[in-house]
């Protein structure tokens, strides 16, 4: 399922990340590599903000969309 659908406070295990390359590289560069564990902070008007690799990283509903946990 979507990171999107994770609910707030829920741990999830990436399983592959979606979309064109650029937003790929993108999203490894801030820490969403496949075996990688998010777990969700928050939901605010469809963005969230995530716990991942000792960092809150915000992003928004069509990114999260693209992450397959």
Not at 9 to 37: C, M, P, W
């Amino acid at each position: 399922m979507p990171l999107a659908l994770v609910k707030t406070g829920e741990k999830a295990a990436i399983k592959k990340i979606g979309g064109r390359d650029e937003q790929k590289k993108y999203l490894e560069t801030l820490g969403f590599v496949v075996g990688g564990a998010v777990t969700v902070v928050s939901e605010i008007n469809g963005n969230m903000i995530v716990h991942i690799k000792d960092s809150r990283i915000a992003i928004s509903r069509e990114m999260a969309n693209k992450i397959i946990v």
